[in-house]
């Protein structure tokens, strides 16, 4: 399993120092083969060491140059950081990011071998549509993206179950990540939406869900831990 924690716009930089001390203690006994990614603040990167990757939760496209406000290839450079989130819904939306601009981020990215966590996800109008409008909405976010590319983990987060604390259902994640997987082939899949520790044992053992994309129980390092081990 892949367990990825978004810290979105939470955490200091000391915040952010005690939680990766903290989550190390714990992670001394993890499962070899889970795989446990975190994304800090762009204030809070740096070359931190234990059994995690480290990514960015978003970054321009470009080495560097006048973006003012932004962070490009430079700056990830310094922390060794090789790892990003591109098409969360919350950059979508807030950040008007469209899916032609996060095309154009998902290939530099892939162009520089970065490891992209690829985000999609529907809004709730569009799920109570039914399956084969979720479907067709979540193909559209493809569009562009090099869905064959080698470092891609793709992660579904229906945008209604973000936040929300209302995690969608297994058959709602059970036939979703099923049709998904058609798509992606062999590419690992997660799911995100309210993954917490009182649901994570039955998401995790769904088919399908190759691991899961945590906002707000994984802004502790004791819940997050708790869904690791
Ligand atoms: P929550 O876990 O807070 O629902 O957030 C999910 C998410 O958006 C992770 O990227």
Redesign the pocket.
């Known amino acids: 399993m892949i367990y990825a924690a978004?810290f979105k716009t939470n955490h200091t930089r000391k915040s952010t120092y005690a939680y990766i001390k903290a989550l190390n203690e714990k992670l001394s006994v993890k499962k070899p083969d889970d795989k446990v990614y975190i994304f800090p603040p762009s204030t809070a990167l740096d070359r931190y060491k234990g059994d995690f990757t480290i990514g960015v939760q978003n970054a321009y496209p470009a080495y560097n140059g006048a973006y003012t406000g932004e962070i490009g290839l430079e700056q990830l450079d310094e922390f060794d950081i090789k790892t990003i989130l591109i098409g969360?819904s919350?950059r979508r939306e807030y950040m008007a990011e469209t899916q032609e601009k996060v095309a154009v981020k998902f290939a530099f990215f892939q162009e520089q071998g970065f490891e992209i966590i690829y985000?999609i996800g529907e809004p709730l109008e569009i799920r109570e549509k039914g399956f084969e409008a979720v479907m067709k909405y979540l193909l559209a976010q493809f569009n562009g993206i090099d869905i064959h590319y080698e470092n891609l983990i793709v992660?579904y987060?229906p945008i209604w179950?973000?936040?929300?604390g209302r995690s969608a259902t297994v058959e709602e994640i059970s036939t979703t990540h099923r049709a998904l997987k058609k798509v992606i082939n062999s590419k690992p899949l997660l799911y995100?939406?309210?993954?917490k520790p009182a649901n994570i044992k039955e998401i995790a053992s769904i088919a399908g869900v190759d691991g899961v994309?945590?906002?707000?129980?994984s802004l502790n390092a004791e819940s997050f831990s708790q869904m690791i081990l």
């Open positions: 978004n969360h919350e985000c992660a987060e179950a973000i936040g929300t995100g939406g309210s993954a994309l945590v906002g707000s129980a």
